[in-house]
């Protein structure tokens, strides 16, 4: 029986179909199963992949929106708009206020929420991708598509994170689908056009570099003489951005598009200030995230759809060598991207296996190449939902949160820079005091020019690090009428030198409780220990 059913699977992927790495028709699971597939592990990492990948996901997004909620002018006391999606941050906003409204002020159950919204709204990716393909070339193609949306490593956990870069992926996908699913009805509408253009804005607010493929998408249509459709398209644009992204900036700055005007004045200025690196980086973090060598196959099918789907393919080429020109190269920038590569890739590399000689010979190394691509794929995406990032800046704070009685905390960092704490898993107003100045978004001159009190539970974060001399941060305590209760310490190394310079402060330390950094963090620190330190965190009682 088992040896009988080895057999058939292994008729599937060896088949006409195996080309692509996928079964036979008769194999194929529908889409509702996919989307079973894709919800299941995504809300896996809702529930256990905590903390936050990046700087942006939590103080560009989390901070602001909490900080709002307890009355902070964050963003809107600066001279100039955010760099960052305001109406991503309201969405936020909205929901903070809806769980605080029912109850709710736990950040870890906040956070949670956030997290299966992001899942839930993910699943628009795996379905629009499937449908573009199933238009542009049948259910094939669009059930591996399917799937590759669903579970390639990184879709599931950068779906639950706070990230403009994933968010701004389905209303563009929507947008394209729109247009490939007129091109092919017989009776010519404008309205379609329309509202592609207004999905590409509702993409643009999110994320202002994916105007470039609602820009791709137009000069395709200018190069195919559709005039009434180029100009549909634009109005829907123009439309879309100016009901969301020009009335924010009419109600809270200036004038409208001020944000967009800010945002590239700030990034001429500062191209360089960033991660940065050569004009073949990203055709490099294409070929590492979609996992060798399946990324070469899809690239290769993404460079025959030119004539297939033109939009996409001038949209998605435009995005990345715009892209390639800058130099702010930071890796998550290209995400955007990665579902347009996958669903032209497969459908432009069936098309090539089935009329290439090569491969045709050849179908058990193409056969172990998807094999390869799915058990390496299946591994990192389980793993990576139960992934604790962060998980030595998130989990002291969480803990700290239960205490009644806290007014300050002091973050030891030895040695290492000081890294910005998220302090919204304090679970009450809170900001770090540094040099006399507190907060660099200056929510606190705000607050004296107003003589307004801070919140009876406020708490203040202060920091030790080989900058700062306990002389200096004694002179910060006793400036402020808040007092730390907690120490926390993090990292193991150079602990003598750390805790004999803590003593002179604190000379009566108890050591309450310890916190072990997560398998992933581990992991990261034995492959590179001298990017990724020591994540043990030592939380002190101050007595």
Same mark, same amino acid.
């Given at each position: ?37 894709a919800?299941?592990?995504?809300? =896996? ?28 002018? @964050?963003?809107? #006391? ?8 305001m ?8 929901? !903070? ?35 573009l393909?199933? %238009? ?7 059930? @591996? ?16 994170? #706070?990230? /403009? ?13 729109l ?12 309205? *379609? ?19 470039? $493929?609602?820009?791709?998408?137009? @000069? ?68 590492g ?7 070469? $196959? ?18 998605g080429?435009?995005? $990345? ?10 890796e ?7 579902? =347009? ?10 098309? !090539? ?8 010979? %050849? ?13 390496? #794929? ?11 990032t ?15 009685? @806290? ?14 704490? *998220?302090? !919204? ?10 040099k ?16 307004k ?17 306990p ?9 402020? *009428?808040?007092?730390p209760?907690?120490?926390? /310490? ?15 402060? $604190? ?8 916190? #072990? ?25 101050? %007595?």
């Amino acid at each position: 029986m088992q040896s009988t059913t080895k057999s058939t699977v292994a008729k599937a992927f060896t088949a006409d179909a195996a080309t692509l790495g996928q079964p036979q028709e008769r194999y194929l699971i529908p889409l509702s199963t996919i989307l079973i597939i894709a919800l299941a592990i995504r809300l =896996l990492a809702a529930f256990f992949s905590k903390g936050f990948a990046f700087s942006d996901d939590h103080f560009d997004v989390i901070t602001i929106a909490q900080g709002w909620l307890n009355g902070f002018p @964050l963003w809107l #006391n600066e001279p100039m708009p955010p760099r960052h999606s305001m109406l991503y941050v309201l969405l936020h906003y909205g929901i !903070f206020y809806t769980l605080e409204a029912a109850g709710i002020f736990s950040p870890e159950v906040k956070m949670t929420v956030v997290r299966v919204v992001h899942a839930l709204y993910s699943l628009l990716v795996v379905y629009f991708g499937y449908k573009l393909t199933e %238009r542009l070339s049948g259910k094939a193609n669009a059930r @591996l598509v399917g799937l590759m949306l669903a579970l390639v490593w990184f879709m599931p956990f950068m779906s639950v994170r #706070n990230l /403009v870069e994933m968010v701004c992926i389905p209303p563009y996908l929507a947008a394209f689908y729109l247009m490939v699913k007129q091109e092919q009805t017989e009776k010519k509408q404008w309205l *379609p056009y329309f509202g592609a253009g207004f999905l590409f804005a509702l993409a643009f607010v999110f994320r202002y570099h994916t105007v470039l $493929f609602g820009a791709g998408a137009g @000069l395709v249509l200018l190069y195919q003489r559709k005039w009434r459709e180029a100009v549909a398209v634009l109005l829907g644009f123009a439309v879309g951005a100016f009901l969301v992204q020009g009335l924010i900036d009419i109600i809270f700055f200036d004038y409208p598009f001020h944000s967009i005007v800010a945002y590239y004045q700030y990034n001429s200025e500062h191209a360089n200030d960033f991660s940065s690196g050569p004009v073949y980086r990203f055709a490099l973090t294409i070929l590492g995230f979609l996992v060798p060598p399946v990324s070469a $196959f899809l690239v290769v099918g993404y460079a025959r759809t030119a004539k297939l789907a033109p939009a996409l393919f001038w949209g998605g080429l435009i995005f $990345f060598v715009a892209h390639s020109l800058f130099p702010n190269k930071q890796e998550r920038f290209i995400l955007p991207l990665l579902p =347009l590569i996958m669903i032209l890739g497969v459908i432009g590399w069936q098309q !090539f296996v089935r009329e290439s000689g090569f491969w045709q010979n %050849r179908r058990k190394l193409l056969a172990a190449s998807w094999i390869f691509f799915w058990v390496l #794929n299946l591994l990192a995406t389980t793993g990576m939902a139960l992934t604790y990032t962060k998980k030595s800046r998130v989990a002291p704070l969480v803990y700290l949160s239960e205490k009644q009685n @806290l007014d300050g905390v002091v973050l030891e960092f030895g040695n290492h820079s000081v890294k910005k704490p *998220p302090l !919204f898993y304090l679970g009450r107003s809170s900001a770090v005091y540094d040099k006399y100045i507190i907060d660099e978004d200056m929510v606190w001159e705000e607050y004296l020019h107003c003589q307004k009190q801070l919140p009876p539970d406020f708490v203040m974060a202060y920091t030790l690090n080989k900058d700062k001399t306990p002389q200096e941060l004694q002179q910060e305590i006793s400036a402020s *009428p808040y007092k730390p209760d907690y120490v926390v /310490v993090v990292g193991t190394k150079d602990m003598d030198e750390r805790m004999a310079r803590l003593h002179q402060l $604190f000379p009566r330390l108890a050591l309450e409780h310890t916190i #072990n950094p997560s398998l992933y963090d581990r992991l990261l620190h034995l492959l590179n220990p001298r990017v990724h330190k020591d994540e043990h965190v030592q939380i002190y009682k101050v %007595r």
